[in-house]
């Protein structure tokens, strides 16, 4: 059957950060009310809302959280859902808000992505990640995700003789690109030397090669293309969109230097879409370790198999390359409040396309491209956006 | 728009009780192989698959479930995602399976539901259950779902009438049925006397007004109506669902006895059915507390508001009333493992509507309404299913 065009119509983000005085809830409360100024509606006109978040009852104590946030906006008596998927929480949730608009169910469908993190101590937060892991097998072997993709990376630079100087290149530009973005977590400029003199966290990954532990929320509204108009003057339309899914454990998979999901959901993404890897100019990547932003720029097909490291080392991925990945800093520098990521990188590619991107603005931002990682890799959203 | 009809084409339960030996995984495997089983599919004709699932990351340590299960079943590369809302956690998941193949996103959705208490002990399972209550406001306070549904009891006792000799009629008839059912968690016939002399839990609440703490898991497979003869000789019609919700902290209620989520679910699938309370034959209600069932009754218009009571305890809900009710056992007596609880509700009314229901097997069987409660009342998803 033939699917509606769909626009993201509304966007709205709070900064990433540690926050000890904002609770969960008052986060996602602010994002979604940027969102709906943003979009000029009002509560009452959302006909469906998600939430997407990863451990809200573990990280804060509070489940049943779609309703919890949602009526806090003002929104009741319409379905009213939370999506867990990990780190790709709210991509995910995104994937399904769209699948309701593009069907023709509902036309004014809200997505909200939230995590409160650092109320917790740091053993702890990397307990409640581990979950996201499969902790009959790999996690209680004593694995974190940090370990996880240490092998990943590991194995990476066995195979396709990566270098920790490609994995550093990814945290120099990241960090580059954050400084540039005043609602990023660590506005701070790094150099090569200080990257590669990192502590380490799990060889060869040091606290450079790793994503940050935020507090934030994201969202967006997303209406069929043809309604776009009633509510922005900037509809940025959703090209296409995939979710696909993957084995949870490590130890599972044939191949630990690819991310299956991932290809699956980029093949089809670009098949809605009708374009090719060549054609996306700028992208959001899942780079909750420097390693998995090399990986997936193979995936994605950006770079070949195994020539991702090469490919970031020679600043292909800069603001001034042929295709800036990660302009908002990344999960490296913007920071990674895991629920609100998949939905944060919807709206830094709603920003570059609508050109209202700042500093970081970059010159060829027609058509971009985010993609949102669960785990290890057991899920992926990929999605394409473009100007109308 | 114009939605495709839907049916159920396979539905699959694992007994439900106290399973020491058995973990999360294994249960929703077995749920889900015996689903596929019935639909007559192979795991990879599954285009989409849903994960209902209260509190995992709680009960067992473990999170991103959706891929845990579907990997497992041998569903891999398709959209797997976990809902999570509350105890309508799968009925929930079972709204947006529905929607996806009404909407014609896919053809082929399987929905699993899920949940494992048993390995925490009873205190720490009050403590995760109340999460999807407020727990900065009426949870911090000292309550727990029991007390809760003892306010809401009184207070329909205070402004009805409403009587312990009403509410514990539910309890008798709800044992009774449940002693029926092979698949029950708790198969004891109980008097009267037994029910109104029960150990009190949360005034004027008795253990048999509260319902059972439980392993277990549910699935179903929703497929177009036109391509159901493809899978099975007996597809059951959804013939209509709708998901409400309202706020969370029960103090957030103008008034609490009657929930609006529920009023406003069962108008919209009434009259997607294009049926009247009237017209339904049976039902499974969302009896978590008996009380909970009392109002359900009336919420969904089978008695009139207030007479709740005198309807249960007048025998109308019994096998040989005039609209059975939780001829399973309900969640008294059949078990609640909180996450698996929506879908298993379905998989009740299709051996109902199928003639498949043994001993409990009821002579007016064709149309039967499910109502799934998420918490004190902020998610309700309302599901009407019919023979062909």
Not at 240 to 246: L, M
Not at 313 to 338: E, I, Q, W
């Amino acid at each position: 059957m033939s699917m509606r065009p769909v626009a993201v119509i509304g966007a709205g983000k709070t900064p990433f950060g540690a926050f000890a005085d904002r609770d969960l809830r008052s986060l996602a409360v602010e994002a979604g009310e940027k969102c709906l100024r943003n979009a000029n509606l009002a509560p009452g006109q959302i006909e469906s809302f998600f939430l997407g978040n990863f451990a809200g009852p573990s990280f804060v104590g509070q489940n049943h959280l779609a309703p919890y946030v949602s009526a806090a906006l003002g929104i009741q008596g319409v379905p009213s859902t939370r999506v867990e998927a990990a780190c790709a929480s709210s991509g995910s949730a995104l994937f399904h808000a769209w699948a309701e608009v593009a069907a023709g169910v509902y036309d004014v469908v809200m997505v909200v992505g939230v995590e409160k993190m650092t109320s917790q101590p740091t053993p702890r937060v990397s307990e409640i990640l581990a979950a996201a892991g499969d902790c009959g097998g790999e996690m209680r072997a004593g694995n974190t995700f940090a370990s996880l993709f240490a092998m990943i990376a590991r194995r990476h630079m066995h195979d396709f003789g990566t270098t920790r100087e490609h994995m550093a290149a990814v945290a120099v530009k990241n960090h580059a690109n954050g400084a540039l973005n005043p609602d990023a977590h660590m506005r701070k400029v790094i150099t090569m030397e200080q990257a590669l003199a990192g502590k380490p966290v799990a060889d060869p990954l040091t606290v450079y090669d790793c994503s940050l532990i935020s507090d934030g929320a994201a969202a967006v509204i997303l209406a069929p293309l043809e309604r776009a108009a009633e509510f922005t003057g900037k509809p940025v339309r959703v090209l296409g969109i995939s979710q696909a899914s993957d084995q949870v454990a490590l130890d599972q998979k044939e191949d630990i230097t690819t991310f299956p999901a991932v290809r699956r959901a980029a093949e089809k993404a670009y098949r809605m879409a009708g374009v090719t890897p060549a054609d996306i100019q700028f992208a959001e990547l899942h780079d909750c370790f420097t390693i998995a932003e090399i990986i997936a720029t193979e995936d994605l097909g950006f770079a070949k198999r195994g020539e991702g490291g090469p490919y970031a080392f020679a600043g292909c991925t800069a603001r001034s390359g042929d295709r800036p990945v990660n302009t908002s800093g990344g999960l490296k520098s913007k920071g990674h409040p895991v629920g609100a990521t998949g939905v944060a990188q919807i709206c830094d590619l709603v920003l570059q396309i609508r050109g209202e991107a700042g500093e970081r603005q970059i010159p060829r931002h027609a058509l971009g491209l985010a993609e949102n990682l669960g785990g290890s890799g057991a899920t992926c959203v990929v999605t394409i956006l473009g100007s109308i």
